[in-house]
T-cell receptor, first 115, second 111 residues
Framework: GAGVSQTPSNKVTEKGKYVELRCDPI?????LYWYRQSLGQGPEFLIY????????DSGLPNDRFFAVRPEGSVSTLKIQRTERGDSAVYLC?????????????FGPGTRLTVL | GIQVEQSPPDLILQEGANSTLRCNFS?????LQWFHQNPWGQLINLFY???GTKQNGRLSATTVATERYSLLYISSSQTTDSGVYFC?????????????FGQGTTLQVKP
């Protein structure tokens, strides 16, 4: 079966522009997570969805970052007025949260470069 | 918040050697996962192991939850084992499943 997919794989943008990053979770997974990984670091949590609602957005760094999951499947991470510090790999994961085993599976990531 | 510390930070091995990677965490956990991040950046699931011992081929892992550590064993290492190994935990008192990652162990296996 298909794993988590993310598009685009690479995104280069200019400072101040708006970007959207897309995540397709594993079919049937109710929980979806976004993480951000800077060079040489482990991934850091951004936001978690259970179904359509953002159940925990405590990791979003500021109000330029926003994410949606309107139908409980695909999610889009939106970044307004991008800054050079936003450059990182953005990872998406999904899981069957609520079951006894909450194992998360990650997508290949989107590498965002802000010039 | 919960702290996750991995050691060693870097490890260089000759092909065929064995190694042990360690993950210490500062609070009780519901979930602990080990990942291998390959050179292309993909996080590959190795083990879901909040407690106990599991084995998968040349890899095995043990988590002693009461003492707040986990170990990943790699036996007869191969060059394809190179990459970064991450331990990630979910705090027991949390209910969102969000993972907190360690800084990783960078493994280089030389032929």
């Amino acid at each position: 079966g298909a794993g988590v997919s993310q598009t685009p794989s690479n995104k280069v943008t200019e400072k101040g522009k708006y970007v959207e990053l897309r995540c397709d979770p594993i079919s049937g997974h109710t929980a979806l997570y976004w993480y951000r990984q800077s060079l040489g670091q482990g991934p850091e949590f951004l936001i978690y969805f259970q179904g359509t609602g953002a159940a925990d957005d405590s990791g979003l760094p500021n109000d330029r970052f926003f994410a949606v999951r309107p139908e409980g499947s695909v999610s889009t991470l939106k970044i307004q007025r991008t800054e050079r510090g936003d450059s990182a790999v953005y990872l998406c994961a999904s899981s069957l949260l609520g079951r006894a085993v909450n194992e998360q599976f990650f997508g290949p990531g989107t590498r965002l470069t802000v010039l | 918040g919960i702290q996750v510390e991995q050691s060693p930070p870097d490890l260089i091995l000759q092909e065929g050697a064995n190694s042990t990677l360690r993950c210490n965490f500062s609070d009780s956990v519901n979930n602990l996962q080990w990942f291998h991040q390959n050179p292309w950046g993909q996080l590959i699931n190795l083990f879901y192991i909040p407690s106990g011992t599991k084995q998968n081929g040349r890899l095995s892992a043990t988590t002693v939850a009461t003492e707040r550590y986990s170990l990943l064993y790699i036996s007869s290492s191969q060059t394809t084992d190179s990459g970064v190994y991450f331990c990630a935990v979910e705090r027991e008192s949390g209910n969102t499943g969000k993972l907190i990652f360690g800084q990783g162990t960078t493994l280089q296996v030389k032929p």
